[in-house]
T-cell receptor, first 114, second 113 residues
Framework: AQSVTQLDSQVPVFEEAPVELRCNYS??????LFWYVQYPNQGLQLLLK??????LVKGINGFEAEFNKSQTSFHLRKPSVHISDTAEYFC????????????FGTGTRLKVLA | EAQVTQNPRYLITVTGKKLTVTCSQN?????MSWYRQDPGLGLRQIYY???????DKGDVPEGYKVSRKEKRNFPLILESPSPNQTSLYFC????????????FGPGTRLTVT
């Protein structure tokens, strides 16, 4: 079975500072990895995904993530955050084939401070 | 506009009164899924469907039913709701060839008293 751990429930950061949101996963088979963003009172939106190939994945809104198989991590980064990045971020995992079963992390609330 | 719609958006009901939350997508997607979101628990998948008449359990299926009689619709049925089903529910869909890109609906906030 797969599992996902988001180590930080809340991350405060000042505007224009860099940020890293951490995600670790566990799986004995190949997986797809995802980051989703949820703005207040909205549904989820896909930020980026890792399916295969290059371990550095770029997404929307200037975010990127790096897949590290040896450390079973998929941390999300942004070099300079804006107030508008304030949202909740979810890491998710799914087996690479044969299923549509998703496992989400518990979420990290990013609060960007002026 | 391509979208996933859910109805109702807000619902307050009483224990034991059967209810249905509808989900519809206009993108001709094969895959559809239901999630619940609870504080501190993130999203948990309830059921998913990989095509018409094909459904499977997610992590938390107890107390829920689904059906997929048409490609565009995937209703979530609570036959006898209980207070522990108070939650924010999301429907999502994706296409066969890009099944890794889920499109989420706006959510349904359900309160069971």
């Amino acid at each position: 079975a797969q599992s996902v751990t988001q180590l930080d429930s809340q991350v405060p950061v000042f505007e224009e500072a860099p940020v890293e949101l951490r995600c670790n996963y566990s799986s004995s088979v190949s997986v797809y990895l995802f980051w989703y963003v949820q703005y207040p009172n909205q549904g989820l939106q896909l930020l980026l995904k890792y399916l295969s190939g290059s371990t550095l994945v770029k997404g929307i809104n200037g975010f990127e993530a790096e897949f590290n198989k040896s450390q079973t991590s998929f941390h999300l980064r942004k070099p300079s955050v804006h107030i508008s990045d304030t949202a909740e971020y979810f890491c998710a995992v799914r087996k690479a084939s044969g299923t549509y079963k998703y496992i989400f992390g518990t979420g990290t609330r990013l609060k960007v401070l002026a | 506009e391509a979208q996933v719609t859910q109805n109702p958006r807000y619902l307050i009901t009483v224990t034991g009164k059967k209810l249905t939350v509808t989900c519809s997508q206009n993108m001709n997607h094969e895959y559809m899924s239901w999630y619940r979101q609870d504080p501190g628990l993130g999203l948990r998948q309830i059921y998913y469907s990989m095509n018409v008449e094909v459904t499977d359990k997610g992590d938390v299926p107890e107390g829920y039913k689904v059906s997929r009689k048409e490609k565009r619709n995937f209703p979530l049925i609570l036959e006898s709701p209980s207070p522990n089903q108070t939650s924010l529910y999301f429907c999502a869909s994706s296409s066969l060839d890009r099944d890794y890109e889920q499109y989420f609906g706006p959510g349904t906030r359900l309160t069971v008293t």
